[in-house]
Nanobody, 114 residues
């Protein structure tokens, strides 16, 4: 199982970014995909999950601003981030659980700054 995350970058406060997580070796349609973020010296923080059945959950800090989705044909999950704040800065990771083993993408940097 491999996950390829992309889409990070530098964005001004209030801006938007869409992160992508392309999976190989498993299907995003049959395994829930989660997003986490981490800053130096901090623990990795859960951000959002899109379950295989389509249910989604968000951390309170991003609720109403972030949205998870997936494209089954492309075997890719997405994290749409809007109304970004400086505190959203961090390395974002996608993750998938397959047969009780959690796999991680390589992370993509998101920097929210003016």
């Amino acid at each position: 199982v491999q996950l390829q995350a992309s889409g990070g970058g530098l964005v001004q406060p209030g801006g938007s970014l869409r992160l992508s997580c392309r999976a190989s070796g498993t299907l995003v349609s049959t395994n829930g995909v989660s997003w986490y973020r981490q800053n130096p010296g901090m623990q990795r923080e859960w951000v959002a999950t899109l379950a295989s059945g389509g249910a989604f959950n968000y951390a309170d800090s991003v609720k109403g601003r972030f949205a998870v989705s997936r494209d089954n044909a492309a075997n890719t999950a997405y994290l749409q981030m809007s109304s970004l704040k400086s505190e959203d800065t961090g390395v974002y990771y996608c993750s998938i659980m397959v047969r009780n083993v959690r796999y991680w993408g390589q992370g993509t940097q998101v920097t929210v700054s003016s």
